[in-house]
């Protein structure tokens, strides 16, 4: 049991499951009487922070609906994530992400710091240099529309993995 309550998402949800289904099966071989609500809620707490809430917000009835779940998550956690550059300028590094979004400085209305406002004068020169958007970080000409921002998908599954349409809900 302590095995199962330790167990956390360190790659990917295929290898999660393939760990958390060893478990699972030992500990229902030792006790028949464990609950499946058990085991979801033990699967979903184990899973990555970024992959966890939005599982979650599913409320999956199953250890199976909750990896489907969580694959599709991590799938579009993937397509979505930003990817990071390294420009060479003389002799330091400059690393600066391609999406700017998801800089926490630009995105919060908190109080910021000096550091933040670092950050944000780098990303504008870096974007000014290279002739992409300052809000966007995308290749900019004057015709260019920013993404609309990326929304939570959310996909009905059936007890076995089966995905529902929108009539069958």
């Known amino acids: 049991m302590s095995k199962l309550h330790q167990l956390r998402q360190t790659g990917t949800v295929l290898e999660y499951r393939t760990t958390f289904e060893t478990i699972m099966y030992q500990l229902i071989s030792l006790d028949p009487s464990l609950n499946t609500k058990f085991f979801v809620s033990q699967f979903v707490m184990g899973l ?26 991590e799938e579009e956690f993937e397509l979505h994530r930003p990817h990071q550059r390294v420009i060479s300028s003389g002799k330091s590094l400059v690393t600066s992400l391609t999406n700017s979004s998801s800089t926490p400085a630009l995105a919060s209305g908190t109080k910021r710091n000096a550091d933040d406002y670092g950050r944000e004068r780098q990303l504008r020169d870096y974007h000014r240099a290279n002739g992409l958007c300052f809000r966007c970080g995308d290749k900019y000409n004057k015709d260019h529309q920013c993404k609309k921002p990326m929304q939570l998908l959310t996909i009905h599954l059936g007890e076995f993995g089966e995905v529902f349409t929108e009539d069958t809900v």
């Open 48 to 73: 990555k922070d970024e992959l966890r809430t939005a599982v979650r917000l599913q409320v999956p009835s199953s250890v199976t609906r909750a990896v489907s779940l969580a694959r599709i998550q």
